[in-house]
C-alpha cells in the first residue's frame, strides 16, 4: 500500500512521464523475493516429499515471472494476487466439498479400509483373564541407541516376580543387578532405561508387544504399567471377512462397515470411507420427508431472503439519504451511533434478541403489553427473524448506500432541482437508479448471503417453531438450516449428504440470482 | 497429496488462461508493477505454495503444538485446573505439556482428527464415547483392576464401550433440587408439594415462578427425563451386556406416556413452560423469582455471586409413580487413537490422573463430586454440597453413550415442548415421537 | 461538497424540507429545515440501540446475570469489567488485541487486494472480464459454512510445510480471510471506479503515464470514500468473525475475540458468565464505532473534489 505520493503530483504535469529508477528497482526486488520465496516453499516441499506440488510451486514461480517481469498480460498483473489466493482458499475449499458428495464420508466413515479395521481390531484388545499386570520399565541394551536399538520391557508382576520380555518372548530376570524402587525397576546391569521423553519418541512402543502363550502380547499402557493383552478379532484378508474368536461370530464386509454374516449381532463400530457414486443425490430426491417439506421451506426461503435484503436495503438507505446532509451537525456521532449493531458480534444480537422476544420474560412483550408466543408460532417467529435480520443487516446497508451516496455526480443532482423535480422524484427517478448501479450486486449478494443465513436461524430458532408433531420440518427453516439437521443432526452426521446438499442449494441460488445476473449486466452497460 | 495436486493445477490452469487473456490497454512506455506487487503482500499463490506471511503479523508464533510432548484440549472453564495439573505433571516427568482451550471440544476435535491435527488428550463427557468409537478416534486405556476399583462404579461403567475401556473419569454431574432456603424452608418430598408450595409463593407476590426447569420452545430431553424415569419410562432399554440398546425404544412406553402426562399436567399449571430456557432458567433463581430449580452442579457459582442461600435436595417423587431419577453425566479424559505423544498421554491418563491428589484438583471444575472415590472421601469433608450432589443422583442412570443418542435429542425434546405447552395430548405425541427417532436411527 | 439534496421518507414533508433547503442559509435556518431529520434518525438510533442498552445493563448489573426484563440496571457496579479483566482462564485484552491486529491487516490487504481487481476490471478490457466479474458474485452463493471443513483441512496441509502459516497461528488465519477478498466488494469498487472519469486516465495516458502510475497517482486518490467503506465492512467482518476462527485458533492467547465471547455462551457454565461476557461484548463494540467516527472525512469527500477537473 505504501506507494509513494511524492511523485503524484508530476503525474499529470505536461512532460512525459517516465517511471523512475527506484520503482523499477523495487519491482525487481520484489520479483526476485518472490521467487526466492518460491524457492524456498519449494525445497520445503521437496524435504516432505510433495513432488508434484514442487511443479506446481515452480509454475506459480513462472507465472509471477512472466506477469510482472514482463510488459503483457496487465490486467493480470492487477488481479493476479487477488485470483491466486481466491482460488487456493476459496475455490479449493469449495471443489473439495463437493468432491465428498459423491462419498459416504461421515461419522464412523472417516478412514480407509485398512485403517478402520486396524482400529476395530485395537478395540478389541481385551486383557487375557487371569494374566498379571505388571509394572514396565522400558530399556535397551547398554551400548546400543535409546532412540533405535531393539526394545526390551523390565517387568515386575504383582507378586514381586522379575521379568524382561523381547520380541522373542518373556523370561525370568534375575534379581541381582536390578534396583527396584515401589515395585518398579529402575535400573538394570546391561540394560540403559528410558525415561518418558525418550519412551514417547520410541513411535515402535506403541505397536511392540512381547508375545505370551495363546496368541497374547505384553504391552505398554502408557510409559510405567504393561498387561497381557490379546485382541479377538482375526482379520482373514483371503477371504475379506473378520472373525471373533471368543465369540465365533463372522464378520463381512457391507455397506462399507463390518456386519456380522449371521445377520445377528451388531456390526463393528468403525467402518470406512468409499465412494458411492450419486446415492447421496438419490437420497435427497427420494426421501418423503424432503420431498413433502421442500416446497414450504423453499417459498419461506425466497421470502427470507427477498424480505431482508429489501428491509434492510431501504431502511440503511434512507437513513443514509437523511444524514447526507452537510447542515446537519453531530452527522459524524450519528453514523457511528447507526453502526452500533453491527459492531456487536452476530452471536451477542442474536442472543439478546432471543431473549427480548420471550413470550413471558422478554423485553418485547413488557414493553408492549402483548402476549405473542413469538417463537412459538410460524407467523411471529418468522417476524421475530426479519426484524432481528432487520437489525443485524440495516447498518450495512447504511454503509454501503452512504459510501455509493459520494459518487452520484453532483450535477446531475443540481440539474434534477433546477428542473424543479421534487425531493421525492429527485429520490425516485434519479438517486435511487444511480444508487443501484453500484450496490446493485451487493443487494444480489446479500440474497445469497441470507439465502444461506445459517447463523441466525440457528442462534434465534434453530428453525423452529415445529408444528404438526415432528421435529423436522421448522416453520422458520431455511433450506442450509433443514439441510443441516438432515445431513449432520442424524445418528451418524453425513458429510457426503451434507456436499450433495450444498451443491444442489449453489445451483438454486445460482439459477434464482440469474435475472439479477442479466440486470446487473444491463445496468452495467450504461457505463 | 492428491487434494494438494489437484488445487495447484487447477490454480496454474486458471493463470494460464487469464494471463493468456491478457494484454489490451497497456499502452505505458514503462511498466512499474513491481511497486505494486512489492509492496503489497509478496505475490505468491497457491495453496500450497500459499503467500509470504505479512510478517509483521506473526508476532510469535502461537503454534507450540509442535513443540508439546502433550497437547491436551479442554473447554476454558476446566482448562487452568487442568493446567495446574499439567505443570506438575511436567515438571515431575520433564515433559512440556500444552492446554489449549477449545469452544467446543467435542465438534473441533472432529474436525482436528480429520485433518490429523488432533490433540494427545481431550476433557469431555462420557456421552461422546459413541461417537468416538465409532469414528476410531480414541483409544482404549487400560485400567489395572486395582486402580478401576478405586472408582465410582458408575463413573467405571461410564468408560466402557462394547466392554473395552476408553477413559479416565474425573466428575460424576447429575441434576437435583435446589430450593432458596429464605423462600422455601423445607424440602418437598413430591413433586405436588413442590406445585402447591410453588404456587402459594406466587399467589403471594414471593415469586413469579413456581418452578424454573429449561423447557425452551425446542425441549430439553436432558431436564425433562427425570418424570419418564420416575414412572419406570425412558428412552432405550437395555441389552444383555447392560447397554443401552438402540432397536428397544422405550418413548412410547407406558411408564414414558405416564411421566409425559406428568409434564401436561405441570404445563397446565404453570409449573413447567416453554419460555423457560437455558437463557432465563439460572437468572430466574438467581435473582429470587422462584423458590425451586432442577439444574446441576454448573449453576451454583452463579447463584454464590448472587447471594442467595440455597440448599440441595433429591428430585421429589411423582405421585403414582416413584423418585424422580435424573441422568448421571460423567466428565473424563480420552486419549486419542492418532496421539503423536501417545506414551506421554497413556501415562498422564493412566497414572497421574488416577491419583487422589489430581482428582482433588479437579473437584474445582464446577465442584462435581470426583469419580475416585478417596477423592471423593476428601472433599465431601470440606463441602457439604458434595454429599447432597451425590444423594440426588442416586439410582440415576448414565446418560446413554451410543450415537443413537444423537437422534433422540430433537424429536424427543420437541415432543416435551409441544405436551408442556399443551400443543399435543401425551401419548400420541409420545408415539410420534418414537416413530420419528425410530426412523432416524434406522436411517444411520 | 457537492449539495446532494434531501430525498426523504415521506413526500409531504420532502416537498416542504427540500423547498427550504434550496435556500442557502444561516446556521438557525438550516436546522430549522433540518429539525425533522433529527428526529427520524434519533428514532433509528433508538432502534438502534435498545438491546445495545440491554447487553450495556447486563454488563454493569453486578449479578452478572442478563435480566430479564428491565432495561436499565437495580445496581450499578463495574464487578463484570473487573473480572473480565482478571480472568486467567480467559485473556481479553489478548483477545482483543489479536482481534485488532487480525481484523487491520487483513482488511487493509483485502482493501488493496480488491481495489486493484476493481481497477482492472473498471478500466483494463480483456477477454473473460465478465466473466470473470459474474463467476465472483456466483461464488459467494456457495454455502460457506459447509466448506469450512476443506479449508481446514488445506491449512493443515499447509502447516505441515510452512509452519508459520498454517493452523493456530494468526497469519495463517488472515490468509484464510483474503481467500474472500475477491469477493462481492470487488463489485462495490468496480461500481465506484466506474464514476470516475476517463477523461483523466486518458489525459494522464497522453502524457506517457503508466497503467500502474494512473493506478496509484490519479484513480486511487479519487476513490478514498469507497476504500474507506470496504475498510469497514471488511474489518466489521473480520473483527467479530467467530466460526473460522474458533476451529482455526486452539491457543487460548492466540484466540480473537469472537472465538473466546462465543466460547463463553457454550456449555452449562456459561450462564454465570453473563456478566463478563456482556461487558466483553459492550468494549467489543468500541473499535468499530471509534473507527468510524475517525473515518467520517474520508467517508464523504474525495470524488467530488477530483471529479470538478
Same mark, same amino acid.
Given at each position: ?10 503525474v499529470?504535469?505536461s ?15 520484489a ?16 524435504d516432505h516429499?510433495?513432488?508434484l ?15 510482472y517481469?514482463?510488459r ?6 492487477y488481479?493476479f ?16 466439498t ?10 464412523g ?22 494374566s ?32 524382561v ?49 495363546g ?5 505398554a499402557?502408557?510409559?510405567a ?15 475379506d471377512?473378520?472373525?471373533?474368536t471368543?465369540?465365533k ?25 468409499e ?9 435427497l430426491f427420494?426421501?418423503s ?9 423453499f417459498?419461506?426461503?425466497?421470502a427470507?431472503s ?7 436495503? *431501504? /431502511?440503511?438507505?434512507? +437513513?443514509? =439519504? ?9 452527522? $459524524?456521532?450519528?453514523? %457511528? @451511533?447507526?453502526?452500533l449493531?453491527?459492531?456487536i458480534?452476530?452471536f451477542?444480537?442474536?442472543?439478546v ?8 420474560f ?16 410460524p407467523?411471529?417467529a418468522r417476524?421475530a *427473524? /426479519?426484524?432481528?435480520n +432487520?437489525? =443485524? ?8 448506500c452512504? $459510501?455509493?451516496?459520494? %459518487? @452520484?455526480?453532483g450535477?446531475?443532482?443540481?440539474a ?7 425531493a ?9 437508479p444511480?444508487l443501484l ?26 428453525g423452529?417453531p415445529?408444528?404438526?408433531g415432528?421435529?423436522?420440518? $421448522?416453520?422458520?427453516?431455511? @433450506? ?42 444491463a ?5 | ?21 491478457g ?9 512499474a ?9 509478496p ?34 472453564t476446566?482448562?487452568?485446573?487442568i ?8 515438571k ?10 477449545s469452544s ?11 485433518a ?21 478416534s480414541?483409544?482404549p486405556?487400560?485400567l ?5 476399583s ?35 424452608p ?18 403471594g ?7 424454573s426447569?429449561?423447557?425452551?420452545k ?6 425433562g427425563y427425570p ?16 447397554q ?8 412410547d ?10 409434564w ?6 404453570h ?13 430466574l ?5 422462584t ?11 452463579a447463584?454464590?455471586k448472587a ?13 403414582g409413580?416413584?423418585?424422580m ?11 486419542s487413537?492418532?496421539?503423536?505423544n ?8 493412566t497414572s497421574?490422573l ?8 479437579l ?10 472415590t ?23 442412570q ?18 416435551e ?14 408415539t ?5 427417532i425410530?426412523a ?5 | ?10 413526500g ?14 444561516s446556521g438557525?435556518s ?6 425533522w ?6 428514532i433509528?438510533?433508538?432502534?438502534a440501540?435498545?438491546?445495545i442498552?440491554?447487553v ?19 445496581n ?22 489479536n ?6 491487516v487483513?482488511?487493509?490487504?483485502a ?5 486493484c481487481?476493481?481497477?482492472?476490471f ?5 477477454r ?18 459447509l466448506?469450512?471443513?476443506g ?16 493452523l ?7 490468509l ?10 470487488v ?5 465506484y471506479?466506474?464514476?470516475v472519469?476517463r ?32 475498510f ?5 467482518g ?23 465471547l ?5 456449555g ?8 463478563e461476557f456482556?461487558a466483553?461484548s459492550?468494549l467489543a463494540?468500541?473499535?468499530?464505532m ?6 467520517q472525512?474520508?467517508?464523504v ?9
Amino acid at each position: 500500500m505504501a506507494v509513494s505520493t511524492e511523485t503524484s503530483s508530476s503525474v499529470i504535469g505536461s512532460s512525459p512521464a517516465r517511471t523512475p529508477v527506484w520503482a523499477l528497482a523495487l519491482k525487481w526486488v520484489a520479483i526476485a523475493a518472490a521467487l526466492l520465496l518460491a524457492l524456498y516453499v519449494a525445497s520445503k516441499l521437496a524435504d516432505h516429499g510433495h513432488t508434484l506440488a514442487v511443479v506446481g510451486t515452480a509454475f506459480v514461480a513462472m507465472c509471477v515471472l512472466v506477469i510482472y517481469g514482463t510488459r503483457r498480460a496487465v490486467p493480470m498483473k492487477y488481479l493476479f494476487v487477488g485470483l491466486a489466493l481466491l482460488i487456493g482458499l476459496q475455490v479449493w475449499p469449495i471443489v473439495y466439498t463437493a468432491m465428498t458428495a459423491f462419498t459416504n464420508y461421515g461419522q464412523g466413515h472417516l478412514a480407509s479400509k485398512e485403517d478402520a479395521t486396524a482400529q476395530d481390531i485395537a478395540y478389541s484388545v481385551r486383557q487375557v483373564p487371569g494374566s498379571p499386570t505388571y509394572t514396565l520399565t522400558v530399556a535397551v541394551k547398554d551400548g546400543t541407541s535409546t532412540v533405535a536399538g531393539p526394545l526390551y520391557f523390565l517387568l515386575v508382576d504383582e507378586k514381586g516376580h522379575t521379568f524382561v520380555g523381547d520380541a522373542k518372548g518373556l523370561n525370568q530376570l534375575g534379581k541381582n543387578g536390578l534396583t527396584i524402587d515401589a515395585g518398579k525397576i529402575t535400573k538394570a546391569e546391561g540394560y540403559t532405561t528410558l525415561n518418558l521423553l525418550q519412551a514417547n519418541k520410541r513411535k515402535d512402543l506403541s505397536s511392540f508387544a512381547v508375545p505370551t502363550d495363546g496368541g497374547g502380547g505384553i504391552k505398554a499402557s502408557g510409559f510405567a504399567a504393561a498387561y497381557n493383552g490379546k485382541p479377538t478379532l482375526v482379520w482373514d484378508k483371503k477371504a475379506d471377512t473378520i472373525t471373533d474368536t471368543t465369540t465365533k461370530q463372522v464378520y463381512v464386509a457391507e455397506g462399507a462397515q463390518w456386519v456380522p454374516q449371521s445377520g445377528k449381532g451388531d456390526a463393528l463400530p468403525v467402518g470406512w470411507k468409499e465412494n458411492v457414486g450419486l446415492a447421496n443425490f438419490r437420497t435427497l430426491f427420494t426421501n418423503s420427508t424432503i420431498r413433502d417439506g421442500f416446497l414450504g421451506i423453499f417459498a419461506w426461503n425466497i421470502a427470507f431472503s427477498v424480505l431482508s435484503v429489501l428491509t434492510t436495503f *431501504v /431502511l440503511g438507505m434512507l +437513513l443514509a =439519504l437523511l444524514l447526507n446532509d452537510s447542515r446537519i451537525k453531530g452527522r $459524524g456521532i450519528y453514523r %457511528s @451511533l447507526l453502526i452500533l449493531p453491527y459492531a456487536i458480534p452476530v452471536f451477542v444480537s442474536a442472543l439478546v434478541w432471543a431473549s427480548m422476544f420471550n413470550q413471558q420474560f422478554g423485553l418485547i412483550n413488557n414493553l408492549t403489553h402483548l402476549n405473542i408466543d413469538w417463537f412459538g408460532s410460524p407467523w411471529a417467529a418468522r417476524a421475530a *427473524v /426479519l426484524i432481528t435480520n +432487520l437489525w =443485524l443487516g440495516f447498518p450495512y446497508m447504511f454503509v454501503v448506500c452512504t $459510501g455509493a451516496l459520494q %459518487s @452520484l455526480p453532483g450535477d446531475v443532482m443540481e440539474a434534477a432541482k433546477i428542473d424543479g423535480a421534487g425531493a421525492w422524484r429527485t429520490l425516485r427517478s434519479i438517486t435511487t437508479p444511480l444508487l443501484l448501479v453500484a450496490v446493485g450486486p451487493l443487494l444480489i449478494a446479500s440474497f445469497a448471503f441470507n439465502f444461506n443465513n445459517f447463523g441466525l436461524i440457528y442462534l434465534l430458532t434453530k428453525g423452529g417453531p415445529f408444528t404438526g408433531g415432528n421435529s423436522q420440518l $421448522g416453520s422458520t427453516d431455511l @433450506l442450509i438450516t433443514y439441510a443441516y439437521r438432515l445431513a449432520l443432526g442424524g445418528t451418524n452426521p453425513n458429510y457426503g449428504l451434507a456436499g450433495a446438499v450444498a451443491i444442489i442449494i449453489f445451483i438454486i441460488v445460482g439459477l434464482l440470482s440469474f435475472p439479477g445476473f442479466l440486470r446487473s449486466k444491463a445496468l452495467e452497460e450504461v457505463n | 497429496m492428491i487434494k494438494r495436486t489437484l488445487a495447484v493445477a487447477l490454480a496454474s490452469a486458471t493463470a494460464v488462461t487469464l494471463a493468456g487473456c491478457g494484454g489490451g490497454s497497456s499502452s505505458g512506455k514503462n511498466s512499474a508493477d513491481g511497486t505494486k506487487a512489492g509492496s503489497s503482500a509478496p505475490a505468491k499463490s497457491g495453496k500450497s505454495s500459499a503467500a509470504a506471511a505479512p510478517t509483521a503479523v506473526s508476532t510469535k508464533n502461537p503454534s507450540r503444538d509442535k513443540n508439546a510432548d502433550l497437547v491436551i484440549w479442554a473447554d476454558a472453564t476446566s482448562a487452568p485446573y487442568i493446567k495446574q495439573l499439567a505443570t506438575q505433571f511436567g515438571k515431575a516427568n520433564g515433559v512440556k505439556v500444552a492446554v489449549q482451550i477449545s469452544s467446543d471440544v467435542r465438534g473441533q476435535y472432529g474436525t482436528a482428527f480429520k485433518a490429523g491435527q488432533a490433540p494427545d488428550v481431550i476433557v469431555g463427557a462420557h456421552d461422546w464415547l459413541g461417537e468416538l468409537v465409532t469414528n476410531g478416534s480414541v483409544a482404549p486405556v487400560q485400567l489395572p483392576a486395582k486402580v478401576a476399583s478405586g472408582f465410582n462404579p458408575k463413573a467405571i461403567a461410564a468408560t466402557k464401550y462394547n466392554n473395552q475401556t476408553y477413559a479416565v473419569p474425573y466428575g460424576v454431574e447429575n441434576l437435583a433440587l435446589v430450593r432458596n432456603t429464605k423462600l422455601a424452608p423445607n424440602a418437598p418430598k413430591t413433586l405436588d408439594e413442590l406445585v402447591a408450595n410453588g404456587k402459594k409463593l406466587v399467589a403471594g407476590k414471593k415469586a413469579t415462578t413456581v418452578l424454573s426447569n429449561q423447557v425452551g420452545k425446542t425441549g430439553n430431553p436432558y431436564n425433562g427425563y427425570p418424570w419418564l424415569s420416575a414412572c419406570g419410562g425412558g428412552i432405550f432399554g437395555t441389552k444383555s451386556n447392560g447397554q443401552y440398546d438402540p432397536n428397544k425404544l422405550i418413548v412410547d412406553s407406558a411408564g414414558s406416556v405416564k411421566g409425559a402426562s406428568s409434564w401436561a399436567a405441570m404445563g397446565k399449571q404453570h409449573a413447567l413452560s416453554t419460555n423457560i430456557d437455558d437463557k432465563n432458567a439460572d437468572t430466574l433463581f438467581a435473582s429470587g423469582k422462584t423458590a425451586y430449580e432442577i439444574t446441576g452442579p454448573w449453576s451454583i457459582p452463579a447463584f454464590k455471586k448472587a447471594g442467595i442461600k440455597y440448599a440441595i435436595d433429591p428430585l421429589p417423587s411423582i405421585a403414582g409413580c416413584g423418585a424422580m431419577k435424573p441422568f448421571l453425566g460423567v466428565q473424563m479424559f480420552y486419549v486419542s487413537s492418532k496421539a503423536k505423544n501417545a506414551t506421554v498421554a497413556q501415562t498422564f491418563v493412566t497414572s497421574f490422573l488416577t491419583t487422589k491428589s489430581a482428582q482433588e484438583t479437579l473437584f474445582k471444575v464446577g465442584q462435581r463430586p470426583p469419580a475416585l472415590t478417596a477423592a471423593y472421601d476428601a472433599v465431601a469433608k470440606t463441602d457439604p454440597d458434595v454429599a447432597k450432589w451425590a444423594a440426588a443422583g442416586k439410582g440415576g442412570q448414565l446418560m446413554p453413550n451410543i450415537p443413537a443418542m444423537n437422534s433422540v435429542w430433537g424429536p424427543l425434546g420437541q415432543a416435551e415442548a409441544d405436551i408442556v405447552s399443551g400443543k399435543s395430548a401425551p401419548k400420541a405425541r409420545m408415539t410420534a415421537a418414537q416413530k420419528e427417532i425410530a426412523a432416524n436411527i434406522a436411517k444411520g | 461538497m457537492a449539495v446532494i439534496d434531501p430525498p426523504a421518507a415521506t413526500g409531504q414533508t420532502a416537498a416542504t424540507a427540500a423547498g427550504a433547503a434550496r435556500q442557502t442559509s444561516s446556521g438557525g435556518s438550516a436546522f430549522r429545515a433540518v429539525w425533522w431529520r433529527h428526529v427520524l434518525v434519533w428514532i433509528a438510533i433508538a432502534f438502534a440501540l435498545f438491546p445495545i442498552l440491554f447487553v450495556l445493563s447486563a454488563a454493569l448489573n453486578p449479578a452478572g446475570t442478563l435480566s430479564t426484563t428491565s432495561l436499565l440496571p437495580k445496581n450499578v457496579s463495574v464487578n463484570n469489567f473487573d473480572a473480565l479483566f482478571s480472568d486467567g482462564a480467559r485473556p481479553y485484552l489478548s483477545w482483543y488485541k489479536n482481534s485488532l491486529i487480525i481484523a487491520f491487516v487483513g482488511s487493509a490487504i483485502a482493501v488493496f487486494i480488491g481495489a486493484c481487481a476493481a481497477y482492472a476490471f473498471s478500466r483494463l478490457r480483456f477477454r473473460g472480464r465478465r466473466v470473470g466479474l459474474l463467476a465472483l458474485l456466483l461464488l459467494q452463493m456457495f454455502p460457506a459454512l459447509l466448506a469450512f471443513v476443506g479449508l481446514y483441512i488445506t491449512f493443515s496441509n499447509v502447516g505441515e510445510v510452512l509452519p508459520k502459516i498454517g493452523l493456530n497461528t494468526i497469519s495463517g488465519l488472515v490468509l484464510a480471510y483474503l481467500g474472500g477478498a475477491m469477493g462481492a466488494n470487488v463489485w462495490l469498487l468496480k461500481g465506484y471506479f466506474d464514476t470516475v472519469p476517463r477523461e483523466l486516465d486518458e489525459a494522464a495516458r497522453v502524457d506517457g503515464a503508466s497503467h500502474a502510475r494512473i493506478f496509484f497517482t490519479v484513480i486511487m486518490r479519487l476513490v478514498t470514500p469507497i476504500l474507506v467503506t470496504v475498510f469497514m465492512i471488511s474489518f466489521v467482518g473480520l473483527f467479530g468473525e467467530f466460526l473460522l476462527a474458533s476451529i482455526f485458533l486452539t491457543d487460548v492467547n492466540a484466540q480473537t475475540l469472537g472465538v473466546g465471547l462465543y466460547g463463553m455462551t457454550l456449555g452449562n457454565e456459561s450462564n454465570s458468565l453473563y456478566g463478563e461476557f456482556a461487558a466483553g461484548s459492550v468494549l467489543a463494540a468500541l473499535p468499530i464505532m471509534v473507527l468510524y467516527l475517525v473515518f467520517q472525512r474520508q467517508l464523504v469527500s474525495g470524488l467530488t473534489q477530483g471529479s470538478v477537473k
